[in-house]
């Protein structure tokens, strides 16, 4: 854009009707096309207004199957008083000088567009009803809006924001214009029919698989099946005798076999002949990885958070426990397996990608191309779950790598799901070793907690502790006097990252689980040693209450039995509430009940469905999951091996949505942390064995 002039009102009016959160585009081409009369440019902002009345939503955060595409779009309808089957939608590129850093990472959707997208759409509608004053030459408090409409009520005129666009380009935008008052909102707060809905039931809708590009070929990686693992040799003779194999590339993760689709680049994998230098991960499997862990949790570690003084409490209480918890590795394990498509030029890069971290792929494409990153374009396309996983950029880079060698052609590469599941970045594998007491009356007095586990970041992030390795311990909203928590990284080289939750995952469940153990031993019942110790929580108090008068707690069914957990992470508050039967050593989960104080409701029904997704989501790694290492090398490969909650497996369940005022919270991320603790809870009410390890196998409870 350098030598191109243009002001603030230039901008403003070169899409043809009202725009708000522009940038630049790349090319003066798209200016010069619209001054030929060539048609509208589609310059890329928050909001575009156009003159058929349609308003177009730029959405900057990745949809997943959250419902973001909607809940984001009310957000901006209901401010800007726009008729809801006029809104349309679209994915942002990468724009860090508009959109700062673009990426859908713990739960922060809402949270971070709640006031933004509302004052967006407040500032358009003031210039909407300014423009449409100055038309009548009418004093604009006494105008109104109307789905879509500026309505002047002395008159009875009206005029359509289509109409209105082109000149509100020209009124100069309001620094904050008022917002609404929640008690008149039109669509947030309702259960308005998902956006996304129609194209992903017609087909319609693009995912990173359904990606297409003239001239396109397919690759797929040889990766050293150990951890850390490098190519020492290979010989791909056979490889390239495969039909349609087009090219043998060596990368940084393994050897890319380039062909005409995916099937003759698998079968060329397959006719590779490689040699692998394993490295030191190759020393280890899951016995080996345990005992380090144990060996860690005996070893001083970095505090994490220290109230009162426990070991004088643990050793004047009237009672104590301790107690071991174990949680595995957990693959994300998406439906849609990690894909790329990629071409590089000598001048640029472009890339098609289902991508949690738009930033961070752009980034790391112009590491590997070493172009400016004004020359790399990403476009994120649907996801078929992420999970966490996609918030890395491996494949990305991997897909950048292959086309790089391929100079000008347009490379999509593929990941089986035996790639996705043995290459994964996992959830960490803790190991916590608990003590704690009650005094004379049955109360908790005292809780330690020494961790030992890798960080979710790998080489960790910053200061002694990693926060994300202790959260669901340290965070605990109970008033024990006396709290001691610390972590020791005990790392085997495994790949980890964020796993939806992250620590809460198995933290929670650890933290929960103990504390009904510390209920027992006390002679309490587990709703009310909580309700005693909740009392500086009334928002978790309030929902761990509902969610108990809901289930019908102590008021179970004959032969059924009930546990409870709660939690408080990325800014809501959940409780949930489990139901169970255990019959000759068979374990049925009947019925589940979860409250949650999300904040400001936008969308009851997407609200439900991620409470739902989370519970199932939960129950499979309570349940089911475990990644198991043998000399480096992961022992699942797909389904068979790694099973999950399967339809016939779903309890009933029932979701209450308690309604503050306060801005909304996360909702992705709620449920999954506290189901696996509240079964885990009712195991022991149906049969006083303590289930301190995920997930929890039939034979353990039998």
């Known amino acids: 854009m350098s030598g191109l002039q243009l002001n603030r009102r230039d901008l403003l009016r070169s899409g043809a009707g009202l725009m708000l959160g522009f940038f630049l585009p790349d090319s003066r081409d798209l200016l010069a096309q619209q001054a030929r009369g060539q048609g509208p440019i589609h310059p890329n902002a928050y909001i575009r207004i156009a003159s058929d009345d349609s308003v177009t939503l730029i959405i900057t955060k990745a949809e997943m199957g959250q419902g973001t595409m909607t809940s984001l779009s009310q957000l901006l309808a209901d401010e800007l008083d726009c008729d809801w089957k006029n809104v349309k939608t679209e994915f942002a590129p990468v724009n860090p000088a508009l959109y700062g850093n673009q990426g859908v990472y713990g739960s922060q959707s809402i949270r971070t567009t709640w006031f933004p997208l509302r004052q967006a759409g407040a500032n358009a509608r003031a210039m909407l009803l300014e423009t449409a004053a100055q038309q009548w030459k009418a004093d604009k408090t006494a105008l109104r809006t109307d789905a879509g409409f500026v309505v002047n009520p002395a008159t009875g005129a009206k005029l359509s924001y289509g109409s209105l666009a082109e000149a509100a380009s020209k009124v100069a935008v309001p620094a904050a214009a008022p917002l609404k008052n929640p008690k008149d909102f039109r669509y947030i707060g309702k259960s308005m029919k998902r956006l996304d809905t129609k194209s992903k039931v017609n087909g319609t809708a693009k995912f990173g698989l359904d990606t297409r590009l003239p001239g396109m070929v397919y690759a797929v990686i040889a990766r050293c099946p150990v951890f850390g693992g490098k190519v020492a040799s290979f010989d791909d003779s056979k490889a390239k005798a495969v039909p349609g194999v087009k090219k043998i590339i060596q990368v940084p993760s393994g050897v890319a076999v380039v062909a005409e689709n995916t099937w003759a680049a698998m079968q060329g994998r397959n006719a590779l002949l490689v040699k692998y230098d394993e490295g030191p991960v190759a020393q280890y499997s899951s016995a080996d990885i345990r005992k380090m862990f144990a060996e860690y949790a005996e070893k001083p570690g970095a505090v994490a958070k220290k109230a009162g003084d426990a070991d004088k409490a643990l050793a004047s209480a009237a009672k104590k426990i301790e107690a071991v918890y174990e949680a595995p590795y957990l693959s994300h394990a998406p439906m849609e397996p990690m894909n790329c498509t990629a071409v590089v030029n000598s001048d640029s890069c472009e890339i098609w990608a289902p991508t949690q971290m738009q930033s961070g792929g752009r980034s790391t494409a112009a590491q590997i191309t070493g172009l400016p990153a004004d020359s790399v374009k990403l476009h994120s396309t649907f996801m078929g779950g992420g999970f966490?996983?996609?918030?890395?950029?491996?494949?990305?880079?991997?897909?950048?790598?292959?086309?790089?060698?391929?100079?000008?052609?347009?490379?999509?590469?593929?990941?089986?799901?035996?790639?996705?599941?043995?290459?994964?970045?996992?959830?960490?594998?803790?190991?916590?070793?608990?003590?704690?007491?009650?005094?004379?009356?049955?109360?908790?007095?005292?809780?330690?907690?020494?961790?030992?586990?890798?960080?979710?970041?790998?080489?960790?992030?910053?200061?002694?502790?990693?926060?994300?390795?202790?959260?669901?311990?340290?965070?605990?909203?109970?008033?024990?006097?006396?709290?001691?928590?610390?972590?020791?990284?005990?790392?085997?080289?495994?790949?980890?990252?964020?796993?939806?939750?992250?620590?809460?995952?198995?933290?929670?469940?650890?933290?929960?689980?103990?504390?009904?153990?510390?209920?027992?031993?006390?002679?309490?019942?587990?709703?009310?040693?909580?309700?005693?110790?909740?009392?500086?929580?009334?928002?978790?108090?309030?929902?761990?209450?509902?969610?108990?008068?809901?289930?019908?707690?102590?008021?179970?069914?004959?032969?059924?039995?009930?546990?409870?957990?709660?939690?408080?992470?990325?800014?809501?508050?959940?409780?949930?509430?489990?139901?169970?039967?255990?019959?000759?050593?068979?374990?049925?989960?009947?019925?589940?009940?979860?409250?949650?104080?999300?904040?400001?409701?936008?969308?009851?029904?997407?609200?439900?469905?991620?409470?739902?997704?989370?519970?199932?989501?939960?129950?499979?790694?309570?349940?089911?999951?475990?990644?198991?290492?043998?000399?480096?090398?992961?022992?699942?490969?797909?389904?068979?091996?790694?099973?999950?909650?399967?339809?016939?497996?779903?309890?009933?369940?029932?979701?209450?949505?308690?309604?503050?005022?306060?801005?909304?919270?996360?909702?992705?991320?709620?449920?999954?942390?506290?189901?696996?603790?509240?079964?885990?809870?009712?195991?022991?009410?149906?049969?006083?064995?303590?289930?301190?390890?995920?997930?929890?196998?039939?034979?353990?409870?039998?």
């Open 388 to 702: 966490g996983r996609r918030g890395g950029t491996d494949y990305i880079s991997e897909a950048v790598e292959v086309a790089k060698a391929m100079a000008g052609t347009p490379v999509k590469l593929t990941w089986t799901r035996e790639d996705d599941m043995q290459h994964d970045l996992y959830r960490p594998a803790s190991y916590v070793k608990f003590a704690g007491a009650v005094d004379a009356q049955g109360w908790p007095v005292a809780l330690t907690a020494k961790v030992a586990c890798p960080s979710f970041f790998g080489g960790g992030r910053g200061g002694a502790v990693d926060s994300t390795a202790v959260e669901g311990i340290h965070t605990l909203e109970y008033t024990i006097p006396n709290v001691f928590v610390d972590w020791r990284k005990a790392d085997p080289g495994i790949p980890t990252t964020f796993w939806r939750a992250v620590g809460y995952t198995q933290n929670t469940f650890f933290a929960e689980c103990f504390l009904d153990e510390l209920a027992a031993l006390g002679g309490k019942d587990p709703l009310e040693v909580r309700r005693r110790l909740l009392g500086n929580s009334p928002r978790l108090m309030a929902v761990m209450n509902k969610a108990a008068e809901s289930a019908g707690w102590g008021k179970a069914p004959a032969g059924h039995h009930q546990g409870i957990a709660v939690v408080n992470n990325i800014g809501s508050y959940t409780a949930i509430v489990a139901e169970v039967s255990v019959t000759k050593g068979a374990m049925k989960l009947h019925r589940v009940v979860c409250a949650v104080d999300c904040g400001h409701i936008v969308n009851p029904a997407i609200i439900q469905q991620q409470i739902e997704s989370g519970i199932v989501y939960g129950l499979s790694a309570a349940l089911k999951g475990a990644i198991t290492i043998n000399k480096g090398r992961v022992e699942q490969g797909n389904f068979d091996r790694y099973d999950v909650t399967r339809i016939n497996e779903v309890p009933k369940i029932d979701v209450h949505i308690v309604e503050t005022d306060n801005n909304p919270g996360g909702i992705g991320e709620a449920s999954g942390p506290a189901i696996a603790p509240a079964v885990a809870n009712a195991i022991f009410a149906a049969t006083g064995k303590r289930l301190r390890k995920m997930p929890m196998k039939p034979e353990d409870i039998a």
